[in-house]
């Protein structure tokens, strides 16, 4: 390969449209193009393949990437909602599906799993992660790799994948996208690079760098990140790819002068393919030619890059035979993601079982809200290739479910989730008023997260509060449905709705999974992934905080209105809380209702001291005490007492999914090593330390029950 040739496959430009523009076609033929991204006409992929392997010198074929991040063109719910089902298997299954659709359209590249952790609700790309938790992101993002790369690249319906945005874009200051990131290496290390090392161990094909600067130093020119961690620590050759222009940005954040300057940063920190700007194809070449930058240091890009196209056989075949695969959004397809969308709903309020609703008590039935019948807004943010055209509504669904058995009416109430006018408004009070219940579908349009889309309020926008109350106040009971791509601050949403159901946006199949949810012909059995706070000013609030010197308690906590007037300044507080929203979110991570009741009892440790190579094997009963069958996800939590650091209160360690029959009681095991104890000290190396810690079992990171077990080095001699 020549210099040029070398850096040719460094580059990631822009295709789309369903052409191939002579620019193109010229740049793939003197082999200065690597990858394609955005292209998904099958034909013009392969046009695009065909090029690159017959009329160029080399025949190298090209990545072709896309952002398919939860569904091609059958659309699962967003990964914040799937991360809700705490179910690895049904989100690999989603992936696989996604994988499928996307292959028949030619990608082999997809821009995910985004497993960044975030801690923020305003930052609109909380609604792609996987949650606040790094354990469950770890798992989850394993498994949507294991659902795109399945166990062999080169296979029909395999796609590489894409570990992202590495590393930390979750801990945008103020909730805002692209703003800067500053993590102390031992929090980033504990909290943010964890579900990064999972992917790796997984096997991604690739990971991207963020936009956000880390601690003052960009990630796409981050030695720190892309070599001492990924390469030397955790010896991946994985490919790294930047995000979108983020290179050339590194000037805008004032790391580098310009272009020039961008490229030899980013090169000499480990960035491989330059994504949408073309600061390699500008400057590589001279940076090589002047000895700023070595070409065995290209020669290492180059591989890493080549690698992954002979991981996915395209030497072997680069183009697409799209009759070789399923029809895309055919029946199996939707019903998986129906599954998802069943699965991905978390029940959060249930007041004298207002749910499930029995249609044979129900005569009138109203429908409201802007999201009610909308089969677009369902399906959320990143959905460049879903089809609206195959989404059942929630309004779709109950009629065909309810029939002639009942009269089902619609309103909207408000125009859209944002406008703030009434005029619809009475429409909608006066159709509460004559039903029997209201199903209120609220929350957010797809528009209001995603990349770019953050709220510094997270309520519910427009006028939806205001028809909540108005629609409540008529007496009729009101089921809550809400849509939306984040946690949202209900504290004032709770009181006007007998039950809540929380559908996130839940793709495709959302409106026939809430409605056979509200109806009962399947349960509720999803688990919040993210906490919930009461308002936005309690943010960031997650259940895995640090315990603090001065930890606020039920009983030191007094709200502002309840204190004396000249109140002496010592007489109140003296403890971590606020004032006027408490300590404690709406609803916490791990939470979840069901149409049954589920206790916890005979908690157990197999033995009291935990040793450096031994195991324990923690147990407890499940048993559903309610009259319904249930499927609960039992969650193991542990703290770490006394640390080299200051340890969280909890940590989720492991869990798993129980179906229980009614009165069914089932005894669940986990068992920990001291491996699983570990964690970075001052020192940034993993270390595992003797000590007391403290264990729960339960239903959600407010857990039942409780033991204790001492970790003894028996290694020391
Ligand atoms: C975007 C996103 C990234 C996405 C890429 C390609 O700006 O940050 O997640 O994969 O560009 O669309």
Redesign the pocket.
Known sequence: MTLDEKIGQLAQVNAAGGHVPDHLRDAIREGRIGSV??EVHVDTVNEIQRLAVHESRLGIPLLI???V?HGFTTVFPIPLGQAASWNPTLVEEGARIAAQEAAACGVNLT??P?IDISRDPRWG?VA?SLGEDPYLTGVLGAAMIRGFQGDDLARDGSIAA?A??FAGYGASESGRDYNTTNIPENELRNVYLPPFKAAVDAGVASL?T??SDLDGVPASANTFLLKQVLRDEWHADAMVIS??E?IKQLAVHGFTENDRESAYQAATAGVDME??STAYADHLASLVREGRISEPTVDAMVRNVLRVKFRLGLFDNAQTDAAAYAPAANADHLHAAYNAAVASAVLLKNDDWALPLHVESLDRIAVIGPLADDPYEQLGTWIFDGDAAHSRTILQSIREFVGERATVEFARGVQTTRSRSHEHVAEAVALAARSDVVILVLGEEAILSG?AHCRADITLPGAQQGLLEAVSATGTKVVLVLMAGRPLALELAVPHASAMLYAWHPGTMGGQAISDLLFGVVSPSGKLPVTFPRVTGQIPIYYAHKHTGKPATAESFIHMEDIEPRAHQVSVGNTSFHLDAGFTPLFPFGFGLSYSHVEYEHMQCSTAVLTMTGRITISADVVNVGPRPVEEVVQLYVRDLVGDVTRPVKELKAFTRVQLARGERRHVAFTLTARDLAFYGRAQRLIVEPGRFHVWIGGSSNPELRAEFTLVDDTAR
Do not use: P, T, V
């Open positions: 991204l955005n990437g896309r952002d991040i821009f995910a985004m790309r792609e894409c992202k945005h991207m963020s936009f995000d979108w983020s994504m949408a990349e």
